[in-house]
């Protein structure tokens, strides 16, 4: 099968190209940035062009079988916040609107198990209702973005959706993979919320479930989250410690605390253009304090799915820091 593949410079997309090296589907890989995809791609097609701009979509989807759509803003501040409903609501709009106009035979899109906010049932699995809230941009635009998939599928879209959890591994610049460098650099002045859990997965874990999901049969319209570890930030930090050898931070700040802070923050960074120190944007830190608590077994049961210790993912990531 020729796949069509948008987001594959990214963390999970590089990860997805490695794994599909060994199966006899042939990459085509949407790129805004030619050069920079040869140097990460090698070995893939690659066409130049932008989930925001509908025709170079078309054009990159044409004579494809299959699409995995990756592509999306992940973030939790951004100096335009508007590039999260152009990318994550409008690009998906376009990717599926041509995968549907095509007639490619299945489509895999990638969304974010944030998407589900903080439901009733806990921990929540594909068939819980999604709570009231999301707690952060990033988090409405890919609900948004959900939701326009969904009614694709009622129009006979081939759709399979993936659902993953917090994202550990090497190659991680944002968010998890920040929180942690920060930790092993001994950037961060205080631990914060250490009760907070979260569900995680390991990168390569996600990349499989993705490749399972493009060749799995009879599974058009179904929905998978993946990840399966539920650590608090004070599990995770003491993993840190432990793997890394670094002291974690002597200081915790008060839970009253921190969203006061990541408000002071997140108001310089509206005056200085960067981002808030140490990602103490209110998103994320709203995100954090809420946590969730997420199901992935079914993956397993269905797709044939095996979970990587996430002590193999933060292990993973900070060999990669004292390499560099």
């Known amino acids: 099968m020729r796949l069509f593949l948008t987001g594959a410079t990214g963390f999970i997309g590089r990860r997805l190209c490695r794994r599909l090296e060994s199966t006899p589907h042939t990459l085509r890989c949407l790129v805004r940035d030619l050069e920079r995809g040869r140097t990460l791609l090698p070995g893939a097609e690659l066409v130049q062009g932008d989930v925001t701009d509908p025709d170079s979509v078309r054009r990159g989807l044409a004579g494809c079988e299959g699409v995995v759509h990756l592509a999306n803003v992940y973030s939790f501040w951004e100096k335009d916040p508007g590039v999260y409903r152009r990318v994550n609501v409008e690009g998906t709009r ?6 549907l106009e095509a007639g490619v035979s299945r489509v895999v899109h990638v969304s974010s198990a944030v998407i589900f906010g903080r439901p009733a049932q806990v921990p929540f699995t594909e068939e819980s209702a999604p709570g009231p809230e999301r707690f952060s941009e990033y988090a409405q635009s890919k609900y948004e973005g959900d939701r326009l998939a969904w009614a694709l599928r009622g129009q006979s879209l081939p759709l399979v959706v993936l659902y993953p959890c917090g994202v550990l591994g090497a190659g991680d610049p944002k968010g998890s993979g920040q929180y942690l ?5 001994r950037r961060m002045p205080a631990a914060v919320l250490p009760d907070a859990a979260l569900t995680w997965v390991h990168v390569a874990d996600v990349a499989e ?13 179904k929905g998978y989250i993946i990840g399966k570890e539920q650590l608090s930030l004070d599990q995770f930090n003491q993993l840190v410690r432990e793997l890394s050898g670094t002291p974690l931070p002597r200081l915790t700040l008060p839970d009253a605390a921190v969203m006061p802070l990541a408000w002071l923050l997140t108001g310089l960074s509206r005056l200085t253009g960067r981002p808030p120190l140490w990602g103490m944007a209110t998103d994320q830190v709203r995100t954090a304090r809420e946590g969730f608590c997420a199901e992935g077994s079914k993956a397993e049961r269905e797709l044939g799915l ?16 004292r390499a560099d």
Do not use: N
Request: charged share 20%; net charge negative.
């Open 306 to 321: 095996a979970y990587t210790p996430i002590r193999e993912a933060i292990a993973e990531t900070i060999a990669e820091l």
């Open 181 to 185: 460098a920060d930790l092993v650099h």
């Open 94 to 99: 376009h990717v599926l609107e041509a995968a």
């Open 209 to 221: 479930a993705i490749a399972l999901a493009v060749d799995k049969p009879g599974i058009e319209g």
